[in-house]
């Protein structure tokens, strides 16, 4: 296996950092010219972007972006997942023109049919029967932490180490050095110590998990059913079905929070590895670009909230939100069920991101990089270790921020668009073998670049 030589890397990025620049002059001037915003971005993760300012925006369609340079980009960073029905898919539009423009009333507090539609079609997806809708996985998932500590009278939450639900409090946790909880470095102004709230357990670590829910207070567990944030984690066999065994044994509600998951297929990894969750969080794609998220609830645990006249569930109490649930987002919710995440959609993109990480695993082995990539579903994420590491800590370890900076603006530059947050490329149903042979292609020249051969 083959180190990489640092010198020739910090030249080769300083070259790459100079052609981007010369190649947006008009994204850099519109980001020089940012003077209102807070980090010169519309929110602050927008200067996450390997080049020296982001790229701006002109139009997008399908898996395609253009800037206002004029460049144009294969998309597989696909909004980190918030657009992985495609950009403006043609049955999206036509929903969301026609709540917007024929019938009006985008934001009404009043319920409409798409509702129940999409509720039925997430329980068919996810198994649980009662739904409720947010604008983002995050609300959602501070809703349902909020319902079972609410139904349990436990006040604790546990989490994967180098787990992401979203900027939601309680999970900005993780395994510190001495195996305890500590709250995640970063974090911004938490309101209590995340301690006080949240255990950490490692992912793939039974007895880690066991030790997080002995002490009786837990409330519930909250995962990510693989780990898709720290690269993507798999589960080893026995993993899942022994959280569940635990969860049980202990009393403690399962939350499996499909955000990202839904990769997996039609009915994410609830539905592929035959969960049997609690709760079900979801977000980002399923409103085909337009904000939303929903929670799902068993109908016992849903009818127990409901019986529970003490708790607030109808003005302040804490669950809820003016605009969630609004006829946009749940119009927008049932065209991209129903249309755009097919069963026969889902298979597409799995073959073609099969084909990726297929490709991507033989340029690791015809270069002999201690590299290697694990596939989800419609997403694939390589690190720079191999094994793939195996909980969240050591992927953590396994970040090589400028390798990954390199490399993602060489593709940019070459029109290929990662996401920005890791090395992760996900499919969208009009992603095609093609697309990805055109990633394969800059890929293998910048890793021949890289070592220089
Ligand atoms: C698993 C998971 N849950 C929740 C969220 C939060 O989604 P949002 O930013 O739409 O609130 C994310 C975002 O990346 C996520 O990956």
Redesign the pocket.
Known sequence: MTSIDRTRLHELAAREQKSFAALHPKSHAAYNSAEHLFGRVPMTWMNKNSGAFPIYLDRAQGNRVWDIDGHEYIDFALG???AMAGHSHPAVVEAVTRRISEQGGLTTMLPTEDAEWVGADLTRRFTMDRWSFAL??????RWAIRLVRAITGKPKIVFHSY??????DESLVVVGPDGESMSRPGNVGAPVAVTETSRAAEYNDLPGLERALAHGDVAAVLI?PAL??IGIVLPEPGYLEGVRALTRQYDALLII?????FSAGPGGMTRAYNIEPDIV?I??AIGGGI?T?AYGLSSEFAAEALARTDLDLVDMGGVGGTLAGNPLSVAAMRATLEHVFTDEAFEHMIDVATYFTDGVNALFDRYELPWAINQLGARAEYRFARPYPRNGTLAAEAADAELEDFLHVYLVNRGIMLTPFHNMALMAPMTSRSDVDAHHEHFEAAIRELRGV
């Open positions: 980190d997942t918030g983002t996985a995050t609300d959602a998932n787990c992401y639900h979203g900027s939601v990510e898709t944030n929070d499909e955000t990202h998951t969080i977000g980002k904000p998220g």
